[in-house]
């Protein structure tokens, strides 16, 4: 779903002034751009950062008719939603089209004017003709991209690319972390608004079980989308989970793991399109009680299983659960034992057969952690995510359809 563009304004004058003035709109791009997310909120900007905008004569763009370059007014959530805030110049325009050249750039690639101590933001960097997002050199932004202005227009939208994000979204000392996520509802698969707690941290083995002690949880803050954003001081090693629970009393956490390295500064979920298909997550996941208590007592199973337990849905690319499916399961340092995958029927009050039923539901009360759970569509289209049994967690695992690279 495409989010509103960032809110940020540019009213351009022009000599003539018989058109009205256009506003320009910023919006980040999550496709060939590389942006996490369109929503602002969701892609950080936790370093000093510094916005040029430019407009000049598409023929002759080394002399500017506007060229502004400041540092971006930061709030507390360090987000791109930072940029609305920005104070932009109105100079007076010739009426003709005019290129918008917008640019973000970390603070070691800003000088300063001897004279005057105004900043000064580099001015030779190259777009794309096809995209309008910067091309790669000793000059390349942060984020950015360009547009045209025509007489007439009543606005500019300047789609920005994420082409080096991380050189402001990971500051707040060394090996930091910033995590984004959406939480939905595991029954309705919608984003949930209901009352909860959301956090990241790395499971870690405590033989023969693996443990993510509420202590190691970091927490993220609700922010606009409605989304969740934090920072962790701490990179991670090798797992990334994300922590849900529900605030109605005796709730178990629900968790959704990744593989995540130290070389991530930022991690997010969902991340279905990631190139690296460990790394590839949904959505967090809100799992009521109610629902948990249904599918633990067609399981049998009296209590939750101290040792935790994985339990998965498999859907389409609309978010609909899908019948007749098997799921598989690969064990880390397979072969070993098998991993059992039960299926819950139509409305997950008992368990049997060997396919999925129209709830899309399974599990597995077996499966350690790391285990590669996967489904595979009928026209050959594969899906994988990781699961595996936290203590004291319930693990999800989705398995969507039509989700990004390879599923």
């Known amino acids: 779903m495409m989010r509103p563009a960032i809110p940020a304004i540019l009213a351009i004058v022009l000599a003539a002034c018989d058109p009205p003035a256009p506003l320009m709109r910023l919006r980040l791009d999550d496709g060939a751009g590389q942006c996490p997310s369109t929503d602002c909120a969701m892609v950080p900007m936790t370093c000093r950062t510094w916005i040029s905008i430019r407009v000049v004569d598409p023929s002759d763009p080394t002399a500017p008719y506007l060229s502004q370059c400041e ?103 060394a090996g930091a972390v910033t995590a984004t996520a959406q939480v939905i509802d595991f029954d309705s698969r919608v984003i949930s608004i209901a009352p909860i707690s959301v956090a990241v941290g790395e499971p870690a083995p405590a033989d023969p079980f693996w443990v993510l002690p509420s202590m190691q949880l970091d927490p993220l803050e609700p922010a606009p989308g409605p989304s969740w954003i934090g920072t962790r001081e701490k990179a991670f090693q090798n797992w990334a989970c994300l922590s849900v629970l529900d605030d109605a009393p005796q ?68 978010g609909l659960p899908v019948r007749d499916q098997t799921v598989t399961a690969v064990a880390p340092g397979a072969p070993g034992p098998p991993v059992t995958i039960e299926y819950f029927d139509d409305f997950r009050s008992t368990i049997g057969g060997t396919r999925t039923t129209t709830s899309g539901a399974w599990a597995s009360v077996d499966a350690p952690f790391g285990t590669i759970f996967s489904a595979s569509s009928g026209a050959g289209f594969p899906v994988t995510r990781v699961g595996g049994a936290i203590v004291g967690k319930v693990t999800i695992v989705v398995l969507q359809y039509g989700q990004g690279t390879g599923g």
């Open 251 to 318: 709730s178990t956490s629900s968790v959704v793991c990744r593989q995540a390295g130290s070389g991530d500064a930022i991690v997010s979920w969902p991340n279905p399109a990631d190139a690296v298909p460990g790394k590839r997550a949904s959505a967090g996941v809100r799992l009521s009680k109610a629902a948990l208590d249904q599918m633990l007592s067609a399981l049998s199973l009296a209590a939750f299983p101290t040792n935790g337990l994985t339990i998965g849905l498999v859907l389409d690319q609309n």
């Open 71 to 173: 540092e971006v007014p930061q709030d507390r959530k360090k987000d791109m939603c930072s940029l609305a805030s920005v104070e932009l110049k109105t100079d007076s325009l010739p009426l003709t089209t005019l290129e918008v050249q917008v640019s973000l750039f970390p603070e070691e690639m800003i000088g300063t004017d001897p004279m005057t101590g105004d900043p000064i933001c580099p001015a030779n960097t190259k777009y794309d003709a096809t995209t309008g997002f910067p091309i790669a050199s000793g000059e390349t932004p942060a984020v950015g991209g360009r547009s045209f202005y025509r007489p007439g227009d009543e606005k500019v939208v300047v789609n920005l690319g994420c082409t080096d994000l991380e050189s402001i979204a990971s500051c707040g000392g």
